[in-house]
């Protein structure tokens, strides 16, 4: 039995405002936008099986997200990010030069795991530090703990490209 | 040199975060809605098919706990009844009267479900085999040493007190349960 015209709708719009911003934000913190985009597709496809339901949700967004976060994770622990990250600095198709975008991608890329999924999360997507313990599954004091490292890791390579102390 | 205020660096994390996140979102191509819906609809027909498939295994599961379920707590119907075997040594000095009155008292008990009798050359045999690997050990037992022995098998363990009782009777020197804790009988 399809879904009925109005629930498909609904996902339809979904889809059309949610896609960028969770591919986005999981290719910051994959280091791979087409890695990204392949873990938001399958995350939509499952909700899309699901939808009558979770359309009802309060936020039905929020649970694409969390199962793409999910699968970014599981993806991530299956292979070594680093790499990556460092093939896809190479080929720089986006937007000139950006030497600062660049230094903060390495250093994104050599943060733990957990704290660059805690900073993507907490910075780009504005998640409070509560549901990112909920998320990755982590104590709050976790996750300040893993945000403060990664700030200070992050700072240091973003105050390099500036000349700040004349 | 001054250190630099929390909240801006937090504006200026924001801020390149999000420039990252604005190239990435330039180089999705996302799908069309309607690849995503047709793949959604493929996997619910197969997760159909499974969610038919486990509960139908379910239904099975239970429909033999329910009716198989009784039938089998009411073979076990007593709690903690296991098997067991034992042995009643007889002393070397045990006469032939006294070992027959020992094999009638076990062949009457109705606790025991098996009885046979083992003699010295029996119980030798089973030594023999018993310790197959150890042939130094084998070699120091001659075949009168090992003492004649009634075995018997208990339906329940929990019996094993009763039959000790029973078998205080002339030309018995010990009886030994497989359940007993720290010795056993060469098991048959």
Known sequence: MPPPTAVQRDFDQCYAAQFRPIAGQLAVYLGSVEDAQEVTQEAFTRAWVRWARISRYDDPAGWVRRVAWNLATGRIRRMRTALRHRRAQRPESVAGPDPDGVDLRTALARLPDNQRRAVVLHYLAGLPVAEIAELCRAREGAVRTWLYRARLALAHHLTDGVTDDA | ?188
């Not at chain 2, 990435?24 to 027909?45: E, I, K, Y």
């Not at chain 2, 094993?160 to 009988?185: F, H, N, T, Y």
């Open chain 2, 1 to 188: 040199m001054m250190p630099e205020p929390d909240d801006r660096l937090d504006e200026r994390l924001r801020a390149a975060l999000g420039d990252l996140d604005d190239a990435a979102r330039r180089q999705l191509r996302p799908t069309d809605v309607r690849t995503v819906s047709a793949a959604g609809r493929r996997r619910r027909t197969v997760l159909a098919a499974g969610t038919t498939a486990f509960v139908l295994l379910v239904a099975s599961g239970l429909f033999s706990v329910w009716f198989v379920g009784p039938w089998r707590a009411e073979r076990s119907a007593a709690p903690g009844c296991r098997p067991t075997t034992a042995t009643a040594f007889l002393r070397g000095d045990v006469t032939a009267e006294q070992r027959e009155r020992i094999g009638a008292v076990l062949r009457a008990s109705p606790e025991v479900s098996a009885v046979h009798f083992e003699s010295r050359a029996d119980a030798y045999e089973n030594f023999k085999q018993l310790y197959a690997d150890a042939p130094e050990l084998v070699d120091s037992v001659r075949p009168d040493t090992l003492p004649e022995s009634w075995r018997f098998t208990l339906a329940c363990t929990g019996d094993i007190g009763a039959m000790r009782q029973r078998l205080a009777l002339p030309g018995v020197d010990d009886v030994v349960c497989a359940c007993d804790p720290r010795r056993s009988p060469g098991r048959r």
